[in-house]
């Protein structure tokens, strides 16, 4: 395993869109190993392959049951292919550096994608985990959580970011 770097806003690479996988080897088991300590070292509950400059559809996201019980599981060539219920919750990002805000999601997805054998997995997820999958599937269309935001709201942070960016110089 090893840690990788994970790109920010406005990285170009984010903006891409990640390409199936398909083949199945011990490098793309590599590539999820890395992809978990990455998110769990951050730390995060969610990383897509694009943030570490990948453009693979990979997500890992967190299912841990409590902190010392770290597992995560691993989705590649994930879709949603459904969606009820909306809510609104708060969302931050590893690549969208110190801001958070509310997003509007699906309640519950469907999901289809695949494991490390490429055979097909399909679930059911609601909530918290829904909204995790969510924001790393949008991260493989090289799409960001403030896409969802107004424009200006995406505007402020531009300008907060451009100062925050100004001062690290
Ligand atoms: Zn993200």
């Given at each position: 395993?090893?840690l990788?770097?994970?790109l ?28 978990g300590?990455?998110?769990?070292d ?11 400059g ?7 996201v ?7 019980d770290k597992k ?8 949603i292919?459904?969606?009820?219920g909306?809510v609104?919750?708060?969302e931050?990002?590893?690549s969208?550096i ?5 997003v509007k999601r699906?309640q ?11 055979e097909?997995?399909?679930f ?7 909204r995790?999958?969510?924001?790393e ?6 799409k960001l959580?403030?896409d969802?935001?107004s424009?200006?709201?995406?505007g402020?942070?531009k300008?907060?970011?451009k100062?925050?960016l100004?001062?690290?110089?």
């Amino acid at each position: 395993m090893a840690l990788r770097k994970i790109l920010t806003y406005p990285e170009p690479v984010l903006r891409q869109k990640a390409k199936k996988i398909t083949v199945f080897d011990e490098e793309l088991k590599q590539l999820a190993a890395d992809l978990g300590q990455t998110m769990y070292d951050a730390p995060g509950v969610g990383l897509a392959a694009n943030q570490i400059g990948v453009l693979k559809q990979i997500i890992v996201v967190d299912v841990s049951k409590s902190e010392e019980d770290k597992k995560f599981i691993t989705l590649i060539n994930p879709v949603i292919s459904e969606g009820e219920g909306s809510v609104t919750g708060e969302e931050g990002c590893l690549s969208v550096i110190e801001y958070e805000a509310k997003v509007k999601r699906f309640q519950k997805i469907h999901v289809t994608a695949q494991d490390f054998d490429g055979e097909p997995i399909t679930f059911d997820a609601e909530d918290r985990f829904a909204r995790i999958i969510q924001h790393e599937v949008d991260h493989l269309h090289g799409k960001l959580f403030i896409d969802h935001l107004s424009a200006l709201k995406r505007g402020l942070y531009k300008k907060k970011l451009k100062k925050i960016l100004k001062n690290r110089l």
